[in-house]
DNA sequence: AAAGCCGATTGACCCAGATCAAATTTGACG
DNA sequence: CGTCAAATTTGATCTGGGTCAATCGGCTTT
């Protein structure tokens, strides 16, 4: 309500309470989404909105499940390492997207915001019971599961049968899809996040997914433009991601 | 009830309703292990059993979703195919897992069965009608679909990440694994499946699937027998699986 | 504006796994 | 048991993408 809005933290800001569901960007994407406005008042005390900086982790794979996660604003990257470095990032979360939904009580991925990241947090027990009473909720979140689930899938058929070019056209189409409910549609494709996240993300390295970049710049395909890339010729591009 | 139980029919075999779901062998694990003994006589009449033979499709991707299969015998191929024939193989299903369930009112993969099955198909409008007023059906639908997401995140780090070697050990210890709750721990692996699904399944190729075995077992530590692989140094793939 | 840094690009070379091509084994059936 | 057809294994060779090693270029710091 007062001018100087955040509680300052070392790291993560914690905003005062000051806030409601009813004008929050995401009401009408998120598991939220489901609940009518009598609801919405009660839920409105259960989560904290929770900011991080560019870099910072959220979670991590194998932590003890606390909290679920609504993303709010910004970009992060959910991912799974070996023991030897190795990293998959499993998927990229935008604002909408629910995080921390388990069976095992502990996290099954890591998750670091990418850029300035609000997150809504929820303590998991108060969350768990507020959904008790409340099948239409469950019901939502069961949705966003199976939309994820056949994303997952989607993925692996990228994973494992594509190869680098198909990867990369693949990926910035699907990207570019993902941002049209938040930015419209448009042929430049913001990309926030780096080339190693891209690179792990398609099963690549980083050098592959550079050279596949300038090969498609040279192409006509893409420009390669600060912070993401312009679509060119989108029916190359689709055409190489259909194949 | 008699003696000669089966409706013949050209390609699947349509069981006469003389089954229960009480003494049926998935009970404990699957969907319907959420709903109590009322609520499973009602749930009885929604589901009838369907037999496949070796190779059949149950559906396929695309195809308009109008029922969902709780698998009751037998093993599945669930597949993406692009548009040049590549296949991946998104995942084998087990008695006890349930199949169908997506947004899109399309099947968003295919399922073939690999040697006999049983089946039992639901109805999926009166399958949701069931659901509707019976949260904890929804809740275990959930749980199901949560697990599946968890398995799915494995698999993309397996595709994107791993070594040929490391894909083949993974997926013995992840298979057997899978094999525990229904027959029990043992260092026999059965492998129902061909060559080429298991190739499909880890983005190689069959040559190469073959190729490792061969290498394990000329290293001792594994032995290929008739229909499956038998683990003769655990420890070792387990190394292999780790790494 | 020079220096330093870090992510991105580019180049040279290499190798794990794909491809192509035979064997060889297995299984179904008369 | 013999015959096919299909699945698997094995061998020879090739190549897409990885690895290693410089640059390059855009920020920030001073």
Redesign the pocket.
Known sequence: MTPGRWMKASVTMIEPNDHFCSDCAVRGIAVCASLDPAELGEFEHLGRRVHFGAGETVFSEEDITTSFYNLLEGVMRLYKLLPDGRRQIVGFALPGDFLGMNLSGRHNFSADAIGAVTVCQFAKTAFGRFMEDRPHLLKRINELAIRELSQARDHMVLLGRR???EKVATFLLGWRERLVPLKGSSNTVPLPM???DIADYL?????????T??KLERHGAIE?I?GGISLRDPARIEALAAA
Do not use: K, Y
């Open positions: 190869s680098a070019d780096s080339r190693q099963g690549l390295t980083i050098e592959t997914v550079s050279r970049f300038t390669i600060h």
